[in-house]
């Protein structure tokens, strides 16, 4: 088993405000606590959305689970906020999360595509898009970091019984040492 983090690269939705740096999205790179982050205090909840990166992963691999994190905290306590995926104009997200005057690292996961019900293809990974509500009359959320970790199996290859897809196509003679 193994995982990939997949950190947000650019913003989709902004209405949080941001702290410490240019964008959301760069906010929320860092583990850093107070020194950048995104923040929102509100009546009602507000939903900001974030691209990230896409995955470097490629066939023959079984994926066991996709889960999106947050470091969070709400500036006077208690609090809630609520964390998933934004696919194809829908919403799939926890329930109410709860958080503290400390910030501390929440997460959802998905067994399937939300969106399809199905297994997790690689090819639905690139481009995956985080979501995060605030869920709390005028409290003050901050969030300081948010990722997608892809969790999985390497396959092995049929013909060479390895687990590296390079090795088994080099094995395969794919390809050629220069010597």
């Known amino acids: 088993m193994a995982t990939e983090t997949l950190l947000p690269n650019a913003d989709t939705v902004q209405i949080w405000n941001i702290y410490g ?30 691209h990230h990166d896409n ?7 079984s994926i ?7 470091k ?17 104009r829908h919403t799939y997200q926890s ?3 709860s958080l503290t005057t400390s910030y501390t690292w929440k997460e959802y996961e998905f067994l399937n595509n939300p969106d399809t019900g199905n ?9 995956l898009v985080s979501s995060i509500y605030n869920h709390d009359n005028l409290k003050e959320h ?19 019984g390895m687990l590296d897809p390079y090795l088994a196509y080099k094995m395969r003679g794919g390809l050629q040492d220069n010597a």
Do not use: F
């Open 72 to 88: 969070c905290k709400v500036i006077t306590g208690p609090g809630y906020v609520q964390i998933g995926l934004y696919i194809n």
């Open 55 to 61: 995955t470097g992963l490629s066939g023959g691999i």
């Open 119 to 127: 297994p997790w293809q690689v090819s639905e990974l690139d481009a």
């Open 21 to 50: 740096e240019a964008t959301a999205w760069e906010a929320t790179v860092s583990d850093d606590d107070d020194t950048s982050y995104i923040h929102k205090a509100s009546n009602i909840p507000i939903q900001n959305l974030m």
């Open 64 to 70: 066991n689970s996709v889960t999106v994190r947050a």
């Open 142 to 160: 901050r969030c300081t970091r948010m990722e997608i970790v892809v969790d999985y199996d390497a396959v092995a290859d049929t013909e060479t």
């Open 95 to 97: 329930g109410q999360l």
